[in-house]
T-cell receptor
Framework: DTEVTQTPKHLVMGMTNKKSLKCEQH?????MYWYKQKAKKPPELMFVYSYEKLSINESVPSRFSPECPNSSLLNLHLHALQPEDSALYLCASSQHQGNPSYEQYFGPGTRLTVT | DAKTTQPPSMDCAEGRAANLPCNHSTISGNEYVYWYRQIHSQGPQYIIHGLKNNETNEMASLIITEDRKSSTLILPHATLRDTAVYYC??????????????FGQGTFLTVHP
């Protein structure tokens, strides 16, 4: 099983709302990732968690707050977003962060619209 | 991570082999070549990866040149469902890019009936 699940599939939120995106995997992977993909652009890395600790933050604005409560779950808390934050948010996981021989598996994404 | 160069688009007839090229002339010895594809509005799907040797799995074959400066992804019998953006990515094990996948613009493959 190489499934990464993400909820919700679609989310519409106002600029003053607080919402969360959720990601789950049951492959025993110890690295989890958040990517952001704008329309007609390739995915871009936002955050990496390794063994439940934040390993990489690609200078993401603080209105995005990641959380890894356990090795299977990854959340992305959203607060005071801007319309330009509208995008497809992708979660991925891999066995380990640092070993390039391990592939990353992606979830289907959450389509976020900020109004 | 080494930079990759791919043609922006390619066409292929259904049932024929699709050969997608990728140049990575600055690749170093510990960097892997990865291929992913993304069908419209879905998450990227892992296809195959390799270091030096050619690789084959149930989806595709990966041919890496001896000098490792380029590679070709081969879909042996393309179907309409293979229409997607195909990303060639070079992935390193260390440095500031630790574990990171850096996606380029990719090749949009259209499979025609």
């Amino acid at each position: 099983d190489t499934e990464v699940t993400q909820t919700p599939k679609h989310l519409v939120m106002g600029m003053t709302n607080k919402k969360s995106l959720k990601c789950e995997q049951h492959m025993g992977h110890r690295a989890m990732y958040w990517y952001k993909q704008k329309a007609k652009k390739p995915p871009e890395l936002m955050f990496v968690y390794s063994y439940e600790k934040l390993s990489i933050n690609e200078s993401v604005p603080s209105r995005f707050s990641p959380e890894c409560p356990n090795s299977s779950l990854l959340n992305l808390h959203l607060h005071a977003l801007q319309p330009e934050d509208s995008a497809l948010y992708l979660c991925a996981s891999s066995q380990h962060q640092g070993n390039p021989s391990y592939e990353q598996y992606f979830g289907p994404g959450t389509r976020l619209t900020v109004t | 991570d080494a930079k990759t160069t791919q043609p922006p688009s390619m066409d292929c007839a259904e049932g024929r082999a699709a050969n997608l090229p990728c140049n990575h002339s600055t690749i170093s010895g510990n960097e892997y070549v990865y291929w992913y594809r993304q069908i419209h509005s879905q998450g990227p799907q892992y296809i195959i990866h390799g270091l030096k040797n050619n690789e084959t799995n149930e989806m595709a074959s990966l041919i890496i040149t001896e000098d490792r400066k380029s590679s070709t992804l081969i879909l042996p019998h393309a179907t309409l469902r293979d229409t997607a953006v195909y990303y060639c990515i070079v992935r390193t094990s260390g440095g500031t890019s630790y574990g990171k996948l850096t996606f380029g613009q990719g090749t949009f493959l259209t499979v025609h009936p």
